[in-house]
């Protein structure tokens, strides 16, 4: 059985510093505090998981649902919820909301975890409901419902989407294509609305036919941008709810032969990490992943520490990163 002997002999350090980061009782330097996570995770490391699901009556385990692992926004969240986590002595199961959907609702009714995360689903999904009837300490990332019986992190998707159309007016580009994300999530719906209402405050509403339903799916969007571009021609400007569905316009625009930014300007939205690479260089509405992943860790923690504390909804600022894929125009 692994212990910590084996964790720190990985990481370099000593048992004693394993003990300090995951007790998170002394101050640790960030690299340390990562290798020691590090060898946590390699070696599946559970600190007296048994003694102490018997003295608390809880298993030391969050659950984790995800429902897109090819988006890197989601791996960036996913990565930096398991660090937090694992820094606070626990270890987690994550489960595809597709695929172990129902694995997820008997360990949620089994009570299996201590408390779970949702990353992307919608607050009628099975999963979702089991927690909410086990009464389990619940948090939902990148993700809100007009109840609040839960805690929650979001971005400002609302307003984000309200940037991108400020951008595009105030550059005279209105002749705009909306590629949508999934109308049933917050998100969705939430970068679709704020995109059009404010594009029609400017006098440049966008039709529906102009508004493209691809579901947060890259290959949906490369598809539907494609035909659009055969039977309409290039817009000005095509507003994609992720960087995911940004980047596969832009392959579609190429194959087209439409250059960006010189003929249509592209922007997504989340900018993950590889946005900013320069052969990408996409303008995107910039979330901060990392850092609402911290806060949503740290909502739960405090929840499985105190469960009577009032629900809490954490909203992130959106802010517009401009780029070469709008020849970097501002307002």
């Not at 609305?193 to 493209?212: I, N, T, W, Y």
Request: aromatic residues 6%.
């Amino acid at each position: 059985m692994t212990n910590s002997k084996d964790v720190a002999r990985l990481a370099g350090v000593s048992q004693a510093t394993v003990s300090r980061v995951l007790n998170g009782s002394a101050p640790i330097s960030e690299d340390t505090r990562r290798r020691v996570i590090k060898a946590v995770e390699e070696l599946g490391y559970v600190k007296h998981a048994g003694a102490t699901a018997m003295r608390t009556r809880r298993t030391r385990t969050v659950g984790i649902v995800v429902s897109e692992m090819s988006n890197p926004f989601f791996q960036e969240i996913f990565d930096e919820l398991i660090l937090q986590f694992a820094s606070a002595g626990l270890r987690t199961m994550v489960w595809h909301a597709g695929a172990h959907a129902q694995d997820a609702v008997n360990a949620i009714r089994d009570r299996a975890i201590d408390g779970m995360v949702f990353t992307a689903l919608s607050e009628d999904s099975p999963e979702m409901q089991a927690a909410l009837q086990a009464e389990r300490p619940l948090l939902l990332i990148n993700r809100t419902t007009d109840t609040l019986n839960y805690d929650c992190v979001v971005s400002d998707n609302l307003g984000g989407g309200r940037l991108v159309a400020d951008y595009l007016a105030a550059a005279g580009r209105t002749d705009a294509l909306l590629v949508a994300g999934d109308l049933t999530t917050s998100t969705g719906r939430d970068r679709r609305a704020g995109f059009l209402d404010a594009m029609k405050e400017h006098g440049a509403p966008v039709p529906e036919s102009r508004q493209l339903p691809a579901d947060y799916s890259a290959p949906a969007a490369f598809s539907l941008v494609k035909q659009h571009l055969e039977q309409h021609g290039a817009p000005e400007a095509i507003f994609c709810s992720n960087d995911a569905m940004a980047v596969a316009v832009m392959n579609a625009l190429k194959e087209h032969g439409v250059s960006v930014p010189e003929q249509t300007w592209v922007l997504g939205y989340d900018d993950v990490a590889a946005s900013s690479w320069p052969l990408v260089s996409l303008t995107t509405v910039s979330q901060s992943s990392r850092a609402m992943a911290r806060a949503g860790a740290e909502l739960l923690l405090k929840r499985l520490q105190n469960p009577d504390l009032p629900w809490q909804r954490k909203i992130f600022p959106a802010r517009l990163e401009i780029r070469g894929s709008t020849a970097h125009f501002r307002a």
